[in-house]
């Protein structure tokens, strides 16, 4: 269905979303009467939750055109629904779940800021309790979809003893009082997908928006990446899926030395590497989803998973765009563009770096 839908309502528009830097509206109100935007809610909420390899599934095809509407999906799905479903009291959930799996919102999800990507329980945006609500001050940034977005999965800091700041995560909605877009980011790649910062100026948040328990915020942060980290594995594993088709078509109409270029052994072993790594990275994907649906422990098959896709995305999107010669480097094909968004799949959700540093902990703890 996704594939259909990406043939008949995606590629005709892909480019010039992308050139104008236009936020796929029009595609994604679309998706959600699919009930993409809903697949991880359940349909109490209005949702038609499914399994995660549907949702991988999906996001592959997404991003085989368009990486860029495939992340705002994940981050809806997998961070945004996913956090209120897992940590969201009953009222949380019947406020905006039905929202957000209907497309009537989109979410966010606001952890990273100007002095803390990596390292994600440093923040300095604090948030202080007065009455019956919690005043937020700081600087958000890097937040996909934050400048769309009707509400967001937001992360402060909260005095939960005197003297001891810890994480804590409120459900903040884009009209609160204090809450301005600062700053739209000029981003090498994904142009449709649009990346805010933010600034929190005496934000007002109700208390009854507090998302977990206090202090808990790292917690509910680094579970609910560990889910979305299959996603943006899922995201490398479309575009790569697509570049090795470029490469594969382009090869076999070039001629060079009397010959088509696919002819040549060079190409053939690239195309072959292509393959390879692009079913590697597949199967860890799956491998991380069917994990998840299990109800088994993920966390290290998601940076296993995230880790490999993300970094043989780049390498298949440069060999592709190699095999493609100049016309690679041309803004008329395809590969071109892959080979930008690419780029970032190996740093956010928490970079290659972070994704080692997760699995060889895990190894080690035990
Ligand atoms: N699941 C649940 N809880 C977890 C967890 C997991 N996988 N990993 C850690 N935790 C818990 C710990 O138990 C601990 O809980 P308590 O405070 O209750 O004891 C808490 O989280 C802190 O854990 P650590 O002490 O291990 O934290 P750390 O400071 O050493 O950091 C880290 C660990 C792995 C480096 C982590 O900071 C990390 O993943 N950083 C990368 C952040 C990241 O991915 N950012 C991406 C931004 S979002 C984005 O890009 C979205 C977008 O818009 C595209």
Same mark, same amino acid.
């Given at each position: 269905?996704?594939?259909?839908?990406? *043939?008949?309502?995606?590629?005709? *528009?892909?480019?010039? #979303?992308?050139? &104008?830097?236009? @936020?796929?509206?029009?595609?994604?109100?679309?998706?959600?009467?699919?009930?993409?935007?809903? $697949?991880?809610?359940?349909?109490?909420?209005?949702?038609?939750?499914?399994?995660?390899? %549907?949702?991988?599934?999906?996001?592959?095809?997404?991003?085989?055109?368009?990486?860029?509407?495939?992340?705002?999906?994940?981050?809806?799905?997998?961070?945004?629904?996913? %956090?209120?479903?897992? @940590?969201?009291?009953?009222?949380? +959930?019947?406020?905006?779940?039905?929202?957000?799996?209907?497309?009537?919102?989109?979410?966010?999800?606001? #952890?990273?800021?100007?002095?803390?990507?990596?390292?994600?329980?440093?923040?300095?945006?604090?948030?202080?309790? &007065?009455? &019956?609500?919690?005043?937020?001050?700081?600087?958000?940034?890097?937040?996909?979809?934050?400048?769309?977005? /009707?509400?967001?999965?937001? !992360?402060? $800091?909260?005095?939960? =003893?005197?003297?001891?700041?810890?994480?804590?995560?409120?459900?903040?909605?884009?009209? !609160?009082? /204090?809450?301005?877009?600062?700053?739209?980011?000029? =981003?090498?790649?994904?142009?449709?997908? #649009?990346?805010?910062?933010?600034?929190?100026?005496?934000?007002?948040?109700?208390?009854?928006?507090? #998302?977990?328990?206090?202090?808990?915020?790292?917690?509910?942060a680094f579970h609910c990446l560990d889910c979305s980290r299959i996603g943006i594995a899922a995201q490398s594993v479309g575009l790569s899926q697509q570049a090795m088709e470029e490469a594969?078509?382009?090869? +076999?109409?070039?001629?060079?030395?009397?010959?088509?270029?696919?002819?040549?052994?060079?190409?053939?072993? $690239?195309?072959?590497?292509?393959?390879?790594?692009?079913?590697?990275?597949?199967?860890?994907?799956?491998?991380?989803?069917?994990?998840?649906?299990?109800?088994? %422990?993920?966390?290290?098959?998601?940076? $296993?998973? +995230?880790?490999?896709?993300?970094?043989?995305? &780049?390498?298949?999107?440069? *060999?592709?765009?190699?095999?493609?010669?100049?016309?690679?480097?041309?803004?008329?094909?395809?590969?071109?563009?892959?080979?930008?968004?690419?780029?970032? @799949?190996?740093?956010?959700?928490?970079?290659?770096?972070?994704?080692?540093?997760?699995?060889?902990?895990?190894?080690? =703890?035990?």
């Amino acid at each position: 269905m996704v594939r259909d839908f990406v *043939q008949r309502e995606i590629i005709p *528009q892909a480019k010039s #979303l992308e050139e &104008n830097h236009e @936020f796929p509206r029009e595609i994604l109100e679309k998706l959600a009467d699919l009930g993409i935007l809903g $697949m991880t809610v359940p349909p109490e909420y209005k949702g038609m939750k499914t399994d995660s390899i %549907s949702l991988v599934l999906a996001l592959e095809e997404l991003s085989r055109v368009l990486p860029s509407v495939a992340v705002i999906v994940s981050v809806h799905c997998s961070l945004f629904c996913y %956090s209120i479903l897992k @940590f969201g009291t009953r009222e949380q +959930k019947e406020k905006y779940l039905p929202k957000a799996a209907e497309g009537k919102i989109l979410g966010a999800f606001s #952890l990273t800021e100007p002095g803390a990507g990596s390292d994600a329980t440093s923040l300095r945006t604090n948030a202080v309790k &007065n009455g &019956n609500m919690y005043i937020l001050n700081g600087t958000k940034n890097w937040v996909t979809t934050g400048s769309e977005a /009707g509400a967001l999965v937001l !992360f402060a $800091m909260t005095e939960i =003893k005197p003297g001891i700041k810890k994480l804590s995560a409120f459900i903040v909605e884009k009209h !609160f009082p /204090g809450l301005k877009i600062s700053k739209i980011e000029e =981003k090498m790649g994904l142009h449709s997908s #649009l990346t805010a910062e933010i600034s929190l100026e005496n934000c007002e948040v109700p208390a009854e928006n507090l #998302l977990g328990e206090e202090g808990k915020g790292a917690s509910i942060a680094f579970h609910c990446l560990d889910c979305s980290r299959i996603g943006i594995a899922a995201q490398s594993v479309g575009l790569s899926q697509q570049a090795m088709e470029e490469a594969v078509k382009y090869a +076999k109409q070039r001629e060079a030395f009397g010959k088509k270029i696919a002819e040549f052994q060079s190409l053939q072993f $690239m195309i072959a590497d292509i393959a390879t790594q692009l079913d590697a990275a597949r199967l860890l994907t799956y491998k991380a989803a069917d994990l998840c649906d299990k109800g088994k %422990s993920f966390t290290k098959e998601a940076a $296993m998973a +995230k880790l490999f896709a993300s970094e043989a995305a &780049n390498r298949i999107a440069y *060999q592709a765009l190699q095999i493609h010669g100049g016309y690679g480097y041309s803004k008329e094909f395809l590969i071109e563009r892959l080979y930008r968004d690419a780029r970032v @799949f190996t740093i956010y959700e928490g970079t290659s770096e972070i994704q080692r540093l997760v699995i060889s902990r895990f190894l080690l =703890k035990k």
